[in-house]
């Protein structure tokens, strides 16, 4: 009996040790640790659809650009071009065709196979007659595609486009299925490494992870995404503080980051947009068709007190329709800088002694009533009343602004990269209208030589500073605001985006 004993002990340990082992495999299978590979992601604004070649807001593309849809290139963090479903290309010497090879072993998420000839029915219905792709000009240059085997396709041009290798990165050129373009609205099927799930229309939209993703290169290490709309400011702050919301990445209410300083759970990261914040006129009524009074009012406007007063003073004044992000940047905020003084006498010389009336039809978004708010008392400065009709955005604005063109003035953010030739287009909500200009953008997309095109840009933004078609106020920072063990979300913004391919939980 007394040899039994501690041959027992051994036997209680084992089973002991078996044990604890048995309960550290639950604890680490458990949901709190499963949890690591789901993520929930506020937006401020819900998009209008999920097909980015078939509507603008920026919105669109922020849930679907490189998460479900891709395109034969891409734009990654740092602005630059790079290969995706094209794996490589060729541009002739007269810059008038372009030679793509194609990825193999593709798929779409409905198991369709990705070739040249789906590709070539994308770009055909992005440029077709009937296309509402809110990008079309992009496609203009292209007088033939063809598809000569299912790995090549070729873009033969009418004229050399030098920006149209960059224009096929935007989420307005990304690749849609033959079979499910028709629905891409409403349930998006692309190629790319996360699947569209559920859409609860006024709260959420739903990703996972493509198991069947192409790209071995690109490791996946979310298994869920939540894209989660608050417009609120105060209910997004609530969302992040109490855990409802792992991240903000544009948080809209630039007031309220002060009280995430001291946060130990979240972090905040300030970082660099293409969000170009202009009050834009109708150049064809008057008295905004005189460029003397657009002069003066911009001469009216102190930009660091809108900065201060819109935006609790994160932002960067600006000149022209341009960033300093931007290749050939040229600081204009000199050309007319603050002087009401100037500006008064400008208007005397217009015909406005006494100044004159107009109203401003300002977006419902956080940024545009407090800009105007401040531009109110700065013109009022100079003997103009601006009276402020908030307008719901974008139905309404879109409605009234954008293709009705009944307005007088406006204030929005335009958020395209690269985009100063919305000046060139016609119509185009301003009413701009300069053959010189129009000259210029000609010039840039007739030649490959970077540094004569950066010239070409600098000799543009000159002529905008100069002409003011619009109020050029300042660009929208980043705000973000974000889980401190939440890695890989593009601190910067070089074009609007959410990408997810990077994104992981930090151990």
Do not use: C
Request: no cysteine; glycine share 6%; proline share 7%.
């Amino acid at each position: 009996m007394t040899d039994a004993l501690p041959a027992a002990k051994p036997r209680a340990l084992r089973s002991l040790a078996f044990s604890l082992a048995a309960t550290v495999a639950v604890i680490l299978s458990s949901p709190a640790v499963a949890a690591q590979k789901d993520l929930t992601l506020g937006m401020t604004i819900e998009p209008t659809g999920l097909d980015p070649t078939i509507a603008a807001p920026v919105a669109i593309g922020q849930v679907t650009w490189q998460n479900v849809f891709e395109g034969l290139v891409t734009i990654d963090r740092d602005g630059k071009i790079q290969p995706q479903l094209a794996k490589s290309w060729a541009i002739s010497g007269d810059g008038l065709t372009y030679t793509f090879k194609l990825e193999d072993g593709v798929k779409f998420h409905d198991g369709e196979v990705f070739d040249s000839s789906v590709a070539k029915a994308s770009l055909e219905r992005a440029r077709g007659a009937d296309s509402v792709n809110p990008q079309k000009r992009f496609f203009a240059a292209i007088d033939t595609i063809e598809a000569p085997d299912a790995a090549t396709l070729v873009l033969k041009l009418k004229e050399p486009a030098g920006s149209l290798l960059y224009w096929l990165g935007w989420p307005s050129s990304v690749i849609v299925g033959t079979k499910s373009a028709t629905e891409a609205k409403t349930a998006p099927i692309g190629t790319g490494p996360f699947k569209f799930v559920s859409w609860a229309k006024g709260d959420k939209v739903e990703l996972a992870a493509n198991p069947d993703y192409w790209n071995e290169d690109v490791k996946v290490k979310l298994d869920k995404v939540t894209f989660r709309f608050i417009a609120d400011p105060q209910a997004q702050a609530a969302a992040l503080k109490s855990g409802d919301i792992d991240a903000f990445p544009e948080f809209g209410a630039p007031e309220l980051v002060e009280s995430f300083k001291d946060d130990a759970k979240l972090t905040t990261v300030i970082g660099n947009t293409e969000l170009k914040v202009v009050a834009g006129m109708n150049n064809e009524r008057k008295p905004f068709n005189d460029k003397r009074v657009r002069q003066a009012l911009m001469m009216a406007l102190d930009r660091a007190v809108i900065v201060d007063g819109a935006w609790s003073g994160y932002g960067t004044p600006i000149g022209s329709h341009y960033t300093p992000n931007d290749r050939g940047y040229v600081d204009l905020t000199g050309t007319y800088p603050y002087d009401p003084e100037r500006a008064k006498a400008l208007l005397a010389e217009a015909g406005y002694p006494d100044g004159f009336t107009f109203t401003i039809k300002t977006p419902q978004m956080a940024y545009a009533p407090r800009s105007a708010q401040v531009m109110q008392a700065l013109f009022a400065e100079i003997g103009v009343t601006m009276n402020i009709e908030p307008t719901e955005f974008p139905a309404k604005w879109v409605q009234d602004v954008f293709k009705g063109r009944d307005f007088d003035m406006t204030i929005v953010a335009h958020a395209e990269p690269m985009d100063i030739d919305i000046y060139a287009r016609d119509p185009y909500y301003f009413g701009y209208k300069n053959p010189a200009f129009n000259d210029i953008l000609k010039k840039i997309e007739a030649t490959a030589d970077t540094a004569e095109q950066d010239r070409l840009y600098g000799e543009a933004q000159k002529i905008l500073a100069e002409d003011v078609p619009a109020l050029f106020l300042f660009v929208m920072p980043k705000l973000g605001i974000w889980d401190k063990k939440l890695k890989g979300l593009w601190e910067n913004e070089p074009i609007p985006s959410n990408v997810l391919t990077e994104v992981y939980w930090e151990e």
